[in-house]
């Protein structure tokens, strides 16, 4: 793949085309990934060099519809190492957060989505790790797993940090000058509008060490409607600023090392194994695919009323704000 001046991407293709469509089909999942303007797209055909062999047979092949099977991986493989080498990242990123900081100035606000019809999200759940003994059958539990990340399980895994892709937020600290202590439950107030009646929101909270490991401390799983408690639902009045506290979140137990940054992510609550939220404001269970609709979350980071996460420290809840 080669990226011009102008932003024409031109994608060279490891098939033959014989009227099939590959030479279409291939360059759209590489864009779809790349974020590209299909515009701006151009495809051409590779040659019998051992770099377009079928990444699985290790032959030059076209045939058996084994061409999508084989090379779809290969081309959104290759799509987000392009972004992450050539895009100037957004705000709505890990490569570019937001901050904590205990005495950090007034900013603008940030904004993400809560799509129902967005599945990028299910995306991530479905790919293979790196790590995986066997492929996973249909209908056994997704390889990222937000729901078991939400309980501490693989608490290594940075999935949920980073492929947001316009549907979460993610802030971090500076380095530690020393080792924290930290023993209870964080508590996260998130100054916020919101534009639809409900939508459902998780905060993760991760240690990231100075080897780039990220280690899973926390989390709490918010939908709106019920924010005032389960028996008090109240629809949000759509663009009046609130509070919403996440107030339930895990008890850990943790050294965070010197050195080593928080990590705060805030996000849709979207997953394989959680019920899918149409943010309409009625019961889930009542809502039809034509109820849904997508809410924007807007994050507010100034005023008397900030969005602030408060840490279990030392008996204590020392604060740290969040800043653009």
Not at 14 to 37: K, S, V, Y
């Amino acid at each position: 793949m080669q990226i011009g001046p102008d932003g024409t991407v031109t994608i060279t293709v490891n098939r033959l085309e014989f009227g099939q469509g590959i030479q279409t089909a291939l360059p759209m999942i590489l864009a779809d990934e790349l974020d590209a303007d299909w515009s701006r797209v151009r495809s051409q055909l590779g040659t019998n060099d051992a770099a377009y062999a079928d990444p699985l047979w290790g032959l030059h092949l076209t045939g058996g519809s084994n061409s999508i099977k084989h090379s779809y991986m290969q081309y959104r493989e290759l799509g987000a190492r392009a972004q992450a080498l050539a895009a100037a990242p957004g705000p709505n990123d890990v490569f570019h957060s937001g901050w904590l900081a205990t005495d950090a100035a007034e900013s603008s606000p940030y904004r993400f989505v809560c799509d129902p019809h967005d599945e990028a999200l299910l995306d991530v759940e479905r790919l293979e790790r790196a790590d995986a003994a066997e492929p996973v059958p249909p209908g056994s539990r997704p390889f990222n797993s937000l729901f078991l990340a939400l309980s501490g399980e693989e608490p290594t895994t940075q999935a949920h940090a980073t492929h947001l892709r316009g549907h979460g937020l993610v802030y971090h600290s500076a380095p530690l000058g020393e080792p924290w202590a930290l023993a209870g439950t964080p508590v996260l107030e998130l100054r916020c509008t919101v534009d639809q009646p409900d939508a459902d929101l998780v905060m993760l909270l991760y240690e990231v060490r100075t080897d780039g490991q990220a280690i899973f401390l926390s989390s709490d799983l918010m939908r709106l409607l019920y924010r005032h408690g389960p028996d008090a639902p109240a629809p949000v009045t759509p663009g009046e600023p609130m509070t919403v506290t996440f107030g339930a979140a895990r008890f850990f137990a943790r050294t965070l090392a010197r050195h080593s940054r928080l990590r705060l992510v805030v996000r849709h609550a979207m997953g394989l194994d959680l019920q899918r939220n149409g943010n309409s404001g009625q019961p889930v269970h009542e809502e039809t695919v034509g109820d849904r609709r997508v809410a924007t979350v807007t994050v507010i980071h100034d005023g008397p009323a900030r969005s602030r996460l408060l840490l279990p420290l030392a008996a204590t809840h020392p604060t740290v704000t969040m800043t653009a």
